[in-house]
């Protein structure tokens, strides 16, 4: 059973920093897009970072210039490190994953459990 495990939000002042992580947990043959989405109080669940398999990183107008999206693909291991933070940034934070586990040919979707980031101003 394949799942996503997600961690480093946590509570910090507007102008702070924060690191995210997501890994699979599981046997995984192959890895294609992952990405960082978030959902704020009484909104709808938004994009913020695309890493695509072999392609270019894209981001959320709203976290450009602050917000970095990579990977390590010998771990398989995405990152998303959030610089100047803003009070609009609080939000749970969502990996989503494109992959092919071991027990499969199908490409399957899956979602992290979510991390809070809370940021204060």
């Known amino acids: 059973q394949v799942q996503l495990v997600e961690s480093g939000g946590g509570l910090v002042q507007a102008g702070g920093s924060l690191r995210l992580s997501c890994a699979p947990s599981?046997?995984?043959?192959?890895?294609?897009?992952m990405d960082w989405y978030r959902q704020a109080p009484g909104k709808q669940r938004e994009l913020v970072a695309v890493?695509?398999?072999?392609?270019?990183?894209t981001y959320a107008d709203s976290v450009k210039g602050r917000f970095t999206i990579s990977r390590d693909n010998a771990e398989n291991t995405l990152y998303l490190q959030m610089d100047s933070l803003k009070p609009e940034d609080t939000a749970v934070y969502y990996c989503?994953?494109?992959?092919?586990?071991?027990?499969?040919?199908?490409?399957?979707?899956?979602w992290g459990q979510g991390t809070q980031v809370t940021v204060s101003s």
């Open positions: 890493s695509p398999s072999g392609g270019t990183t």
């Open positions: 989503h994953a494109i992959l092919r586990p071991y027990s499969t040919s199908a490409w399957l979707t899956y």
């Open positions: 599981g046997s995984i043959f192959s890895i294609n897009a």
